[in-house]
């Protein structure tokens, strides 16, 4: 049994981030028309006009979490799906909007940004009160996380054809470098160049590197991930400690943050 | 006939006369397959302006492959003309292994009324330039994949598989003469030693052979005494080249067995990034995971077989989610015993083939090297067995 016997039910949900796992899927031009008959898509803010449902089987979830509103609606999701997906690295590690979250009290930050009462009165009841950015498993139980900035073709589909067809997917974490290996490229360590490519989640078939670019981190952190070493490893090429951890936390998000605090 | 046993017995005289100095590596020239079948088996001249011609001529023979130069850095790339081709080279990033078993292969495409085997095309694959270190290389996946158990869709890119051997001198990071693969005696097709106005041309199999009698215009059996001695000339000079040398080798398998609950593990445990990249490089390392890949319409799909690394956390993870192998030293200790131990008790010989690539990619500096001779330190200063 291969497949299910009814078609799944699938809604894709967004909160906060630039949208781009959504359209990452609008992309998939080639599967696309596969996309919308192997499933019944439900709910798809960027691809169809607002429903309702009652539940899904799968829900593919993006972005972090950043207001109460928000909350309360990833919790509903919650309830109404069989199995939740983290789609993309905002939802997986928090984002880049993750940043910034240990500088300075988050109240502060609301006053520094927004006036004296750090408060936004006129957009607050339509998306809520503002909390610090967190990756949704820190609120609710995630089945599978599929990072990505945005998530890669070639990453998101055999994931998700398993789950529509009723298998479960394998997790296998793996840095950029096995694939950027798979590419036969050198490495920009050894010419004293940063590249965060051996503490980032791969999937993305190691684009930047082979096009001359170093890796930035935009899929958060791999799970094997040896941030110590790295770090001396950054320094020894010329950064201060202090660089290399911002570095790392660019898109690092809460797994990072706890590896350098040392917690992990 | 006679003339090909006279210049074989000629080198001989030389090599047991004049040169016992390479006693530890005798000279290894093909000169056996003049014993074995001495019909067959033949070493020619190529004068070099020639070359050019030979590859075209190989270039009908298949696909051609060859080192080419690139963002610094080499890799066996398509050759579209003879001007691409740099051989004045010492490593690629990944060896030939990428011919034998690439990255990521399709083994099985199903769908729902039944499945099917894939197989690579039957055109044949030509690689040139391809060093000892990785000729030997090939000889150890041949051993593990052609067992008695053998791969088909191994054994089917094998056979399609022309390999065209190419001198080479060594850098600081080459450890092939501490290997014992610096020269190579079988495994390949043709085998090119290049020397100042002309290659010598080495033949390693019927395939190689009925080549080498197509290109007879640009290929003599004449071979002069004068050029038998730049070549012997040529060897020695290769041999001073080699800076670095894993001391007293053979022993390493045992150095592992002492020191296996070493310390010294765990300091490279610390610094390893766990990212998988000396596995990848090495020329040996051959380990799979099998993935299916479900297309988008759930009707179809295929099986892929995707190159894994055991240094990677979920390698020795197994069903019900137990891994015996989670932290970075285990897995490191796994790789390190594994090619320098175990495979040495298998086969008697380690597999490692001294191509430097884990010495040269190694973001941390974790390598043959860099571990063999902690270890050796280690043993050192514990037992007084060193001398």
């Known amino acids: 049994m ?35 008959t192997s499933a019944d898509i439900k709910f798809f ?9 009652e539940h899904v089987d799968i829900a593919l979830v993006e972005g972090s979490i950043n207001t109460d509103k928000q909350l309360a609606e990833l919790k509903e999701i919650r309830e109404k799906a069989d199995i939740v997906v983290a789609l993309g690295t905002c939802a997986t590690h928090g984002g880049i909007q993750y940043l910034g979250d240990n500088e300075k009290e988050f109240k502060e930050r609301m006053l520094l940004v927004y006036g004296k009462d750090g408060k936004i009165p006129e957009f607050s009841e339509l998306v809520g009160n503002p909390i610090p950015a967190k990756p949704i498993h820190k609120f609710i139980e995630v089945d599978f996380s599929i990072p990505g900035c945005p998530v890669a073709k070639e990453n998101f589909i055999p994931i998700y054809t398993k789950l529509i067809s009723g298998l479960k997917p394998s997790k296998y974490p793996y840095p950029v470098c096995v694939e950027c290996k798979f590419q036969g490229n050198d490495c920009f360590l050894l010419h004293g160049e940063y590249c965060l490519g051996p503490v980032t989640a791969g999937g ?44 790392l936390m660019m898109f690092g998000g809460e797994a990072t943050e706890l590896a350098l605090k040392g917690e992990k | 006939m006679s003339k090909i046993l006279e210049f074989n017995s000629k080198l001989l005289d030389y090599m047991s006369l004049k ?14 397959y003049y014993v074995k079948n001495s019909l067959d088996m033949k070493t020619y001249k190529m004068s070099k302006d020639r070359f ?16 080419v130069k690139g963002n610094g850095k080499y890799s066996f790339e398509e050759i579209e003309k003879f001007e691409d081709l740099d051989f004045d ?86 450890i092939c003469k501490s290997t ?42 004449e071979i002069s005494e004068e050029e038998i001695q730049e070549y012997v000339r040529w060897q020695q000079k290769r041999s001073e080249m080699f800076k670095s040398e894993i001391p007293s080798f053979k022993y390493l398998a045992d150095i592992i067995h002492l020191n296996y609950d070493s310390k010294v593990w765990d300091q490279f445990g610390e610094k390893c990034l766990s990212c998988g990249t000396c596995s990848l490089v090495c020329p040996t390392c051959n380990c799979f995971n099998v993935e299916d890949r479900i297309s988008m319409n759930t009707e179809d799909g295929f099986r892929e077989r995707i190159l894994d690394s055991c240094t990677l956390p979920c390698y020795s993870m197994v069903a019900g989610g137990h891994d015996f192998r989670p932290d970075r030293t285990s897995r490191l200790k796994l790789y390190y015993t594994h090619k320098l131990k175990e495979y040495i008790g298998r086969w008697g010989q380690p597999s490692c083939v001294g191509c430097g690539r884990c010495v040269t990619y190694c973001p ?10 902690a270890l050796y330190e280690e043993v050192c200063e514990n037992q007084e067995v060193c001398e």
């Open chain 2, 180 to 221: 014992g693969t610096d020269m190579v005696e079988d495994g390949f097709d043709l085998f090119f030693t290049e020397l100042a106005g002309h290659y010598l041309v080495w033949v390693g199999s019927d395939k190689g052979l009925s080549i080498a009698i197509e290109a007879e215009d640009f290929l003599t059996e």
């Open chain 2, 89 to 174: 080279y010492q490593r690629t990033v990944i060896g030939p292994k990428k011919f034998l078993t690439p990255p990521r292969y399709p083994t099985l495409r199903y769908d729902k009324s039944g499945q099917a085997d894939v197989f690579v095309s039957d055109e044949p694959q030509i690689v040139i330039g391809v060093h000892p270190c990785d000729i030997h290389g090939i000889k150890i996946l041949d051993r593990l994949f052609l067992g008695n158990i053998k791969d088909p869709y191994y054994e089917k890119r094998r056979n399609n598989l022309i390999i065209i051997g190419h001198s080479c001198l060594p850098d600081d990071n080459c």
């Open chain 1, 2 to 36: 291969w497949q299910r016997e009814k078609k799944p039910v699938v809604g894709v949900f967004g909160f906060s981030g630039c949208a781009g796992d959504q359209l990452a899927i609008l992309h998939m031009e080639d599967e696309l028309v596969d996309f919308f």
């Open chain 1, 204 to 247: 993305c078939d190691a684009c930047c590197p082979t096009f001359g670019v170093p890796c930035v981190g935009c899929f958060g952190a791999y799970e094997g991930a040896n941030f110590e070493s790295m770090i001396e490893k950054l320094i020894e090429i010329g950064l201060t400690e202090e660089d290399a951890k911002r570095k």
């Open chain 2, 19 to 32: 040169f016992s100095i390479f006693s530890r590596y005798p000279y290894r020239l093909p000169y056996k």
């Open chain 2, 364 to 373: 941390v500096n974790i390598n043959v090297i860099t571990v063999s001779e």
């Open chain 2, 52 to 67: 050019p011609e030979f590859i075209e001529l190989i270039k009908t023979k298949g696909q051609l492959y060859g080192p």
């Open chain 1, 45 to 53: 803010h960027m691809a169809q006009s607002h429903q309702e449902v």
